[in-house]
Each structure stands twice: as structure tokens, then as C-alpha cells.
């Protein structure tokens, strides 16, 4: 789908208790329980906060697809290449080396993200991949192709990527989930960690430009509205707040400051959410 221009139980609940009562993971400190003087145990707060005191913040790799064989009925991309270079300079600023992939087959991108995910990590504190293409719900266009996202994804997982386990691992996806237009509505006004066992989808975040099965709309000239809210909200706060207070302000600035214009009245006056998924187990911020 083309991106759109702009013109449990009881018992579980039991176990868990009793599994962070005894992990290392939740080092105790005191505190007064709420009936009488008796001392209780409550998770320190660092344990709450991913480490960035790494020798590198770790590795950015951009795949910006700009034009795509005919066989596809893909159009190009334009407005991409402003995505690409906000991209670039939004995580160069926060110290991460950015590698650019333009115009990727989708075995192209395969063979690049298994190379990456097989590249040692340990002296690294996250993983970042930023991923500019046409989409649909589930899937990434490469330029002859479609591939799920889970698949290109699953390669920094715990079981294929040792090197990452419990570090944070973040996409940032503009492209399409689908083809509904959203009309909008009036208002009233780790490494150390690595003895214990983790899920392996754990401390991953992705940040999609819209929610599941809406268009995302991109500017020929401004490029796609994500990545101008990513782009401005990251060069503002990105070394002073949570990822997840960055992209909460990323949303709101797209839902609030963009609308589209179009002579077409099926495509005017559309509005558009992102869409955050996460399942970090920490707090992230991009200092040490």
C-alpha cells in the first residue's frame, strides 16, 4: 500500500510475586510498610533505567526506498530523501553512527539487517533501524517486493542476537498499515543482567507514523509529517526526556499540527496518529 502524499490468573500472579522476591534483576531496598514499622523490600529505581554507559550508544541504520520496479504498482517516493536526512542528523546528534541503505530489494535489506543483527554488540549500548518505505498492515516494501516486518525484525531478537539481549532495540517506521483515511473528529476545547532468562521480543520499541490500517501521509516537498514531528521533537528533548515522553509529543504533534490538502475531497482534510509499541522493560534516555 502506497504511503499517501500530501498536495491471568491467580496462580501466575502468585509465581510472579514470589520470581521477583528472588531475582537479582529487583536488588531490594527497605521501606516502611503501610501497617506498623515492619520493613518491606521495593525494587531500587536505577534498575528501572536502561545503562547507556557504553563505549558507543550504538549503530543507526536507515533503509530509505525511494523508487520501485513497475511490476510492484508502487509509486516514488518523493519527499523520502528529507525523511532520510532529518533521520540521519536527529540520531547522529544523539551519538549513534549512521549507516544509509537507498532503494533496497527486499533480499537486499534481508541480507543487510542479518549482517547487522550478527555484528558484535557488547561494546554498544542500543540499536537503532529506521525503516522509509510503502507499507501495508504486517509489511515493508522493498523495491520489488513486500516482506513481513516481523521477519526483518526477528533478527535482534534474544535467540539470533546475543549481543543486544536486554540492551534497547528501536524502529522507527514510516510507511503504511492500510488504506483507511482517518477524518478526525471535533473536541470540546541487560549484559549484566544476561545470567537471567528474558523473553526474547523483550526491550524492543516500534515507533510506527500511523496506527494500524490507516494511510500515512508524506509532503513531496517537506516529507512525511512522522518524520518532520520526529525530527523537530528529538532535536528539542532528545537528550533531556524518555523515549516515551519524545514519542508521546511526536504524536501529538502530528495529530495536532498536520492535515492534508488535496484536490481530491477523498484525500482532504485527513489527520493521522501515530502509533508506539512498546516493550521496553526500562526507561530509556539517550544519555549515559
Known amino acids: 500500500m502506497s504511503d499517501v502524499m500530501d498536495s491471568g490468573s491467580q496462580g501466575d500472579t502468585v509465581d510472579a510475586n514470589i520470581a521477583i522476591a528472588q531475582s537479582p534483576l529487583y536488588p531490594s531496598v527497605p521501606r516502611f510498610s503501610t501497617e506498623g514499622n515492619k520493613m518491606e523490600a521495593e525494587p531500587s529505581v536505577d534498575m528501572y533505567t536502561y545503562n547507556m554507559n557504553y563505549p558507543s550508544i550504538g549503530q543507526c541504520v536507515i533503509v530509505n ?3 520501485f520496479h513497475k511490476d510492484t504498482g508502487m509509486d516514488c517516493r518523493d519527499g523520502t530523501d528529507l525523511d532520510r536526512e532529518q533521520a540521519m542528523k ?11 541503505f537507498n532503494d533496497q530489494s527486499v533480499k537486499q535489506i534481508e541480507d543487510l539487517l542479518l549482517k547487522v543483527s550478527k555484528v558484535d554488540h557488547s561494546q554498544s549500548a542500543s540499536f537503532v533501524c529506521v525503516l522509509l518505505s ?6 515493508f516494501y522493498g523495491t520489488d517486493d513486500k516482506i513481513e516486518l516481523k521477519k526483518l525484525t526477528s533478527y535482534f531478537n534474544g535467540n539470533c542476537c546475543k549481543t543486544l539481549v536486554g540492551k534497547p532495540k528501536l524502529f522507527f517506521i514510516q510507511a503504511c498499515r492500510g488504506s483507511e483515511r482517518d477524518d478526525g473528529i471535533e473536541t470540546d476545547s541487560v549484559a549484566e543482567e544476561s545470567s537471567d532468562r528474558i523473553p526474547v521480543e523483550a526491550d524492543f520499541l516500534y515507533a510506527y507514523s500511523t496506527a494500524p490500517g490507516y494511510y500515512s501521509w508524506r509532503n513531496p516537498q517537506n516529507g512525511s509529517w512522522f518524520m518532520q514531528a520526529l525530527y523537530e521533537v528529538f532535536l528539542q528533548y532528545g ?12 504524536n ?12 481530491d475531497p477523498g484525500f482532504s482534510g485527513k489527520k493521522q496518529i501515530p502509533c508506539i509499541v512498546s516493550m521496553l522493560t526500562k526507561d530509556l534516555y539517550f544519555t549515559c
Not at 536527529?90 to 549507516?99: C, D, I, P, Q
Not at 516515551?244 to 511526536?250: A, E, G, K
Request: aromatic share 10%; no cysteine.
Open 134 to 139: 510503502h507499507g501495508d498492515e504486517g509489511v
Open 65 to 67: 526506498n525511494k523508487n
Open 90 to 100: 536527529v540520531f547522529k546528534s544523539l551519538g549513534y553512527t549512521v549507516e544509509i
Open 252 to 263: 501529538r504533534m502530528v495529530a495536532f499540527n498536520f492535515q492534508s490538502s488535496s484536490n
Open 239 to 250: 537528550k533531556t526526556l524518555e523515549i516515551m515522553q519524545i514519542l508521546t509529543r511526536v
